[in-house]
């Protein structure tokens, strides 16, 4: 049953982000223009589809609701008394042949290691735990195996790296994490606007980490004139996603909760 719906969540998450419902929006008022009868309806949806996607790519508009998220968690502050562990969340990767670690390994996942060792430098005596997947294609190299063959170059030793494999997504990350860790001080390092979805789940399974949030994807601006792009518009489908994360969490939560009390 969680592999189903596992996979359920990956299929509605990719269907449901600003792209793929522009697209779908643009079909249906083609089907709509083609008749008399709807074309009117069909101008509507023209305009929708175009408005959906102005406010993705828009710098000015879509800035403003993901600072909102990523503002809910402050970023991390050093404590006198070091911890005892720095967990650096999965992205994704894809083993190559011939390219350098640091290009197998996606840009959201440079910059959390790179937090994490900085992190893991600040706290004398911690460890770095990595955490991750194989992947659907069944990479022939785990993504905390990656993660640790990178974090190894840049001079951690191999002995403050403890790797994780199995875990495929923050869900499971944090009852892998909880259920090896629940007596330890722990710092939780991932993407800003996915740390108020990471610490949600962490919560529920008894764990209370001290947030690092890094790769703040929104950035003050000082002028409405620009133009939309691409760049922005990747931005505007990472909060969907996170948005999308929060409601899968809620509703599988009570259904979950319904089904133990039955």
Do not use: C
Request: proline share 7%.
């Amino acid at each position: 049953m969680d592999h189903y719906l596992f996979l359920l969540k990956k299929f509605l998450g990719n269907l449901l982000m600003p792209v793929p419902v522009t697209l779908l929006l643009l079909i249906w008022a083609v089907l709509l223009l083609l008749r008399r009868k709807t074309r009117w309806f069909g101008i509507i949806v023209v305009f929708l589809a175009t408005a959906l996607l102005f406010v993705g790519s828009y710098a000015p508009l879509s800035n403003q609701y993901i600072s909102q998220f990523e503002e809910q968690i402050p970023s991390y502050q050093p404590d006198s008394i070091p911890v005892d562990y720095v967990a650096v969340l999965g992205s994704w990767h894809q083993s190559v042949k011939n390219q350098p670690v640091t290009s197998q390994l996606s840009p959201t996942a440079i910059v959390r290691l790179a937090e994490g060792i900085r992190i893991y430098r600040l706290n004398p005596g911690s460890q770095l735990i990595f955490t991750g997947f194989k992947g659907l294609n069944a990479d022939p190299t785990s993504y905390p195996e990656k993660l640790r063959e990178l974090a190894l170059a840049l001079g951690v030793p191999d002995e403050d790296i403890l790797v994780l494999n199995g875990p495929r997504d923050t869900a499971e990350e944090a009852e892998l994490i909880a259920a090896n860790f629940s007596d330890a001080s722990l710092v939780l390092v991932t993407t800003a606007v996915h740390m108020p979805r990471a610490l949600n789940l962490f919560h529920k399974v008894g764990l209370d980490p001290l947030p690092a949030p890094t790769e703040h994807l929104s950035k003050p601006f000082k002028s409405w004139w620009v133009f939309p792009t691409a760049a922005t518009l990747a931005h505007s489908e990472y909060w969907a996603h996170e948005r999308l994360g929060l409601l899968w969490v809620n509703l599988t939560g009570r259904v979950k909760d319904r089904l133990d009390k039955d």
